[in-house]
């Protein structure tokens, strides 16, 4: 196994790496910008080293600092996390150079899924259900208002470099598209140094359900449930849960068959996601497939008893999936609620700050994975996502109640939080009855924050 790992990251997810090594007797070592000394995920590894000052691009974003800093401590493999490098091709790619194992798939198929217009021309070469749309990305305006004709109004704009809700136009007819085409390239090249665009049918209100995969170097794909990340606030997600409450086991079995052809058609090696959206009459349609670790993968290990981290490692250092599909059993249901340091109130305006006081839940069917601890500071530099708290239940029901009674428990003082808010979200009778698309905090906002 490997010797000794570096974590390219902060946070929570850095810890959450770290103690995954020391469980695999993995020495660990940890890099880190001039503000995040006091960071927890410096204390916690067996080696720290500073990499820069606090903006990401002089810091976790810096490649030939992070690949020093790993040659320098004798790194075997480098874990990048989510965010920041991890889905950075040009970054894989130096790190198999300096023969240090990228913990993720190899730089060409980050290179391929993350040119979303690419991803969708093998999804349709592989006949995973797409949205109607362009093969790949449109190179006129003519051609673009040739296929809004046959697939109708209203289409969506994507930026092929985009992902994520970036980059994205929603066209309701002719007139608008070469004005939103050009505007929206222009966009994207100043944004990701490219301006290309493919075009999908737009779907309304769509529930977004992800599949989480495995996929070893010798071919063997499986993969471990799906999350429903229906519960968002412009492209961030608030709460994700698995199984889904909104799908069938038809629907199910359905998605996971196209997940699983989804990875295989591109022969695809280690943890990854397939983003699927739902539209009202349960069709799926694949979007996008993102080739890292995700935030929320602690929901999938709850109700696989899977450590996809370790997965991971192991995948990278070469084994096999000690798994076969009919291994997989999805046991009970998992919720998991971003805890923020922002103000709901406020148009969710993140605070910095330091934290006066703290304390995390407990008990039966509670897991919490933070970064902070009373007296911690947070920088203002980076996102505001300072806990996940995720609970586990015999069903959906237990594991809601169990999120309550947690939530409930939860002080933190000094800094704004949306603890609150999300105890009001858990209360409203959308989230009870599980019938909530990604458009009903918005819709919502005003009931939400009464409540
Ligand atoms: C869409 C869509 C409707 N129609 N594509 C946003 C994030 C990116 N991953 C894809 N997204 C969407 N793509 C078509 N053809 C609506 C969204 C969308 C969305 C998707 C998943 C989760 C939350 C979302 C919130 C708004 C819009």
Not at 416 to 444: M, P, R, V, W
Request: hydrophobic share 40%; aromatic share 6%; proline share 3%.
């Amino acid at each position: 196994m490997f010797g000794k790992i570096l974590i390219a990251n902060r946070g929570e997810i850095a810890l959450r790496i770290i103690r995954a090594c020391k469980e695999m007797n993995i020495a660990t070592v940890s890099v880190y910008s001039q503000i995040d000394k006091e960071s927890l995920h410096v204390k916690l590894a067996d080696e720290a080293i500073c990499i820069g000052t606090a903006l990401p691009k002089d810091s976790y974003l810096n490649i030939e600092n992070i690949i020093s800093a790993a040659v320098g401590v004798g790194a075997d493999a480098i874990h990048p996390g989510f965010g920041f490098l991890a889905e950075n091709a040009k970054f894989a790619r130096i790190c198999e150079e300096c023969h240090i194992a990228f913990i993720g798939p190899d730089a060409k198929m980050i290179e391929n899924m993350g040119d979303k217009a690419r991803a969708r021309e093998l999804m349709i070469k592989a006949k995973v259900p797409v949205v109607p749309g362009s093969k790949g990305a449109i190179s006129t305006i003519d051609e673009a208002k040739v296929i809004a004709k046959k697939i109708g109004y209203p289409v969506i704009l994507k930026a092929s470099a985009g992902g994520g809700g970036r980059g994205m136009r929603i066209v309701d007819k002719e007139d608008e598209l070469e004005q939103l085409f050009l505007t929206a390239s222009h966009e994207a090249q100043l944004a990701f140094g490219d301006g290309s665009m493919y075009m999908e049918k737009y779907i309304r209100n769509p529930r977004h359900i992800e599949f989480q995969i495995l996929g070893d170097s010798f071919g063997n794909i499986i993969h471990l449930g799906e999350r429903d990340c229906s519960m968002q606030r412009r492209h961030q997600k608030v709460i994700e849960e698995s199984p889904s409450p909104h799908i069938s086991d038809d629907v199910r079995a359905a998605m996971g068959e196209a997940a699983v052809r989804a990875a295989q058609s591109v022969n695809y090696k280690n943890a990854g996601t397939v983003e699927f959206i739902l539209d009202a009459d349960n069709s799926f349609y694949f979007i996008e497939m993102n080739t890292r670790i995700q935030v929320e993968h602690p929901v999938t290990e709850m109700v696989t008893g899977i450590d996809l981290i370790k997965e991971q490692i192991r995948i990278a250092y070469g084994e096999k999936l000690c798994y076969t599909q009919d291994d997989i059993n999805l046991v009970g249901a998992a919720i998991e609620c971003r805890i923020n340091a922002e103000n709901p109130s406020l148009n969710f305006r993140p605070c910095a700050g330091t934290i006066t006081a703290l304390h995390f839940p407990g008990g039966r069917g509670v897991r919490v994975e933070s970064n902070m601890y009373s007296g911690y500071t947070i920088p203002p530099t980076y996102d505001s996502m300072i806990a996940k708290i995720i609970t586990f239940g015999k069903d959906r029901a237990e594991a809601l109640s169990i999120m309550k009674r947690a939530l409930s428990e939860t002080v933190i003082e000094g800094i704004d939080n949306n603890i609150e808010f999300q105890l009001d979200l858990l209360h409203t009778k959308a989230f009870e009855e599980g019938c909530f698309n990604t458009s009903y905090i918005e819709q919502n906002l005003d009931e939400i924050l009464e409540v």
